[in-house]
């Protein structure tokens, strides 16, 4: 009985609560057993319950008032990025993004495009037919094939303004895949034991590179529209660094797509510090509402090394991406290359360069845009919809993924963990901070497979979200 009259008068103070402006008291105790014929044991566990259920908030001495609303902001801890710096690098960890996933599950974690957007008609028809060349059984020169040498440096000297030299097919460096060539340019570059800059958050297999080679990461903040260019440059003068990693064009994870203005100043400071900017343009072929214009384009003084990959566009089995570099620092890249890995498969180089010289490839890559603008629009919709108490910086212009900030908080491994046992995984934002995260994330691909599932992965994670804050609540109140 007394439950039933303690749910009963809980009921009614919701009523009241919901009519009385934040910060009015509640009557006394007193008061409500007199009004309401109970006990004060009973009113007291109303009162208890509403605390738990964070409608009202006692004042000892004073008594029990409704709740002042607080209009919820996310914290804004960047600035400490520069400030720590990066703690000691740790040791190599399989991320999230390369885990393979049964069919059974919606697989958000991925760093890769769904099969169904990739081109396979060409890519078929141009391994069978390097098969059938001299391709299969020949070794290339050391920095690649030719033709493909020229299609890399014509491709990005066509994006370069009037007045700038376009870079030469003697300044590519043909490499097995993007992440090599970033093992390549931060030892050749950087070297053991010296400071790299790079963004924060940035991506996690630039870290794990930096790790490999030993290099010192000096990490400066960087939001939905990249970095402060003054944080930049202090960075570069408080550590030294001679080098700058980023990702100007729609960055893994964030989607920040630098503005022109912002490149300028970026490569200003780059040039007053005697640096270079290694550019990593992964996300090429995957503008939606803009399109990428490489920072090396406007660059001929040789302070840009621009790294351009297909695998991502093309094809997971085509490892073939470039380094495109002048001046002397190409032959030290072209060195640490071939202490790596010798020479990249002819098989491999001539089937990439058949796919990009058949009239479809501009095709899919036209048509590509219209694809993911389709699942972003779909995620974001059905974020919004479920998971209202996260938010995105901004909607990506381009790129693969979303940067989903939660609230202030929130464990986020415990997180994926609840999602991946409703059947959804996510790969959690820690993994993209080259120091302690600034915030709680998860990064989503709105390019992997079934896009129909969104809305209710989008659910699975605003409930998951939901039972984690109520037990947090709950731990509060105990």
Same mark, same amino acid.
């Given at each position: ?20 402006p934040?910060?009015a ?15 004060p ?21 004073v ?21 720590l ?22 697989a958000?974690?991925?760093?890769y ?19 059938r ?22 491709e ?52 794990l ?32 660094a001679?080098?700058f990693?980023?990702q ?22 780059v ?46 089995a ?10 002397? *620092? /190409?032959?030290? #890249?072209?060195?640490? %290359?071939? =202490? +790596?890995?010798?020479?990249?498969s002819? !098989?491999?180089?001539?089937? @990439? ?20 603008? *389709? /699942?972003?629009? #779909?995620?974001?919709? %059905?974020? =919004? +919809? ?5 938010? !995105?910086?901004?909607?990506? @212009? ?28 996510? %790969? ?8 302690e995260?600034?915030?709680a994330?998860?990064?989503?691909n ?10 209710e ?22």
């Amino acid at each position: 009985m007394s439950d039933d009259s303690s749910g009963r008068l809980v009921a009614v103070l919701r009523q009241w609560i919901a009519t009385a402006p934040p910060g009015a008291r509640l009557p006394s105790t007193r008061a409500l057993v007199a009004e309401h014929g109970v006990s004060p044991v009973t009113v007291q566990k109303a009162l208890r319950t509403l605390g738990a259920q964070g409608m009202v908030e006692s004042r000892p001495g004073v008594g029990t008032f409704v709740r002042t609303v607080r209009v919820p902001r996310a914290h804004d801890h960047g600035w400490q990025t520069a400030a720590l710096g990066a703690p000691p690098l740790r040791g190599p960890r399989l991320s999230t993004a390369l885990r393979t996933t049964s069919n059974d599950v919606i697989a958000l974690h991925s760093g890769y495009p769904d099969r169904e957007l990739l081109p396979e008609r060409l890519v078929r028809a141009a391994f069978t037919r390097a098969a059938r060349s001299d391709a299969a059984v020949s070794r290339p020169p050391a920095a690649g094939l030719p033709e493909l040498q020229a299609w890399f440096a014509g491709e990005l000297g066509a994006a370069g303004p009037v007045g700038v030299a376009p870079p030469s097919p003697s300044d590519v460096i043909v490499v097995p895949g993007s992440q090599s060539g970033l093992s390549t340019a931060f030892r050749a570059l950087v070297g053991a034991g010296r400071p790299l800059v790079v963004e924060s958050p940035t991506y996690w297999g630039a870290i794990l590179a930096a790790g490999q080679a030993g290099v010192q990461l000096v990490p400066v903040p960087s939001g939905p529209h990249g970095p402060d260019p003054d944080e930049l440059a202090r960075a570069f003068a408080r550590s030294g660094a001679r080098a700058f990693y980023a990702q100007p064009s729609f960055s893994n994870p964030t989607g920040a797509h630098w503005s022109p203005t912002l490149a300028d100043a970026v490569l200003d400071v780059v040039r007053q510090h005697g640096a270079f900017l290694i550019e990593d343009d992964w996300a090429h072929d995957f503008g939606i509402t803009a399109d990428p214009v490489p920072i090396a384009a406007r660059d001929d003084s040789g302070h840009v090394v621009y790294l351009r990959s297909l695998t991502k566009s093309m094809s997971p089995a085509v490892r073939i991406a470039a380094v495109i570099a002048r001046g002397p *620092a /190409r032959e030290r #890249l072209l060195a640490a %290359a071939q =202490a +790596e890995s010798m020479y990249v498969s002819t !098989l491999l180089q001539a089937a @990439a360069y058949d796919v990009v010289t058949q009239p479809g490839w501009r095709t899919h890559v036209t048509g590509l845009r219209q694809q993911l603008a *389709a /699942r972003r629009d #779909l995620m974001v919709r %059905a974020l =919004a +919809e479920h998971v209202p108490t996260a938010s !995105l910086d901004a909607v990506p @212009a381009g790129g693969l993924n979303l940067w989903l900030r939660l609230p202030d908080g929130t464990d986020v491994l415990a997180l994926a963990r609840g999602c991946e046992s409703a059947g959804v995984v996510v %790969a959690p934002g820690d993994e993209w901070f080259p120091a302690e995260p600034t915030g709680a994330y998860v990064r989503l691909n709105y390019a992997g497979p079934d896009p129909g599932s969104f809305p209710e992965a989008a659910r699975i994670i605003g409930e998951t979200l939901e039972t984690l804050e109520m037990a947090s609540r709950r731990r509060l109140s105990d």
